[in-house]
């Protein structure tokens, strides 16, 4: 059975920090972990992705800002977000791609206060 096991988010100031954890399970071939996000009224985004190896790729809006990382022994993608602002809340989803399929976490709210 596939889960996608999400924690992390809440509620920061702008300037402050959050960490986003995924945990897979029950996928194989795992090519790519990361994650995207949905603000209210707009359509999902990319945020940052990670592949099974060292690429790394981010959206403009974060670049410099989150980092991606992950655990392949884990199945586990990890976003640290710094200088958050308001703009970055939304609802951050878990994203895995695999050879054949693409999975997506619940969703964990991220919100930023000014």
């Known amino acids: 059975q596939v889960q996608l096991v999400e924690s992390g988010g809440g509620l920061v100031q702008a300037g402050g920090s959050l960490g986003l954890s995924c945990a897979a399970s029950?996928?194989?071939?795992?090519?790519?972990m990361g994650w995207y996000r949905q603000a209210p009224g707009k359509q999902r985004e990319l945020v940052a992705t990670?592949?099974?190896?060292?690429?790394?790729n981010y959206a403009d809006s974060v670049k410099g800002r989150f980092t991606v990382s992950r655990d392949n022994a884990k199945n586990t993608v990890y976003l640290q977000m710094n200088s958050l602002k308001p703009e970055d809340t939304a609802v951050y989803y878990c994203?895995?791609?695999?050879?054949?399929?693409?999975?997506w976490g619940q969703g964990t709210q991220v919100t930023v206060s000014s």
């Open positions: 029950g996928i194989i071939f795992i090519n790519v």
């Open positions: 990670a592949t099974r190896g060292t690429n790394t």
């Open positions: 994203y895995v791609n695999t050879l054949y399929s693409t999975y």
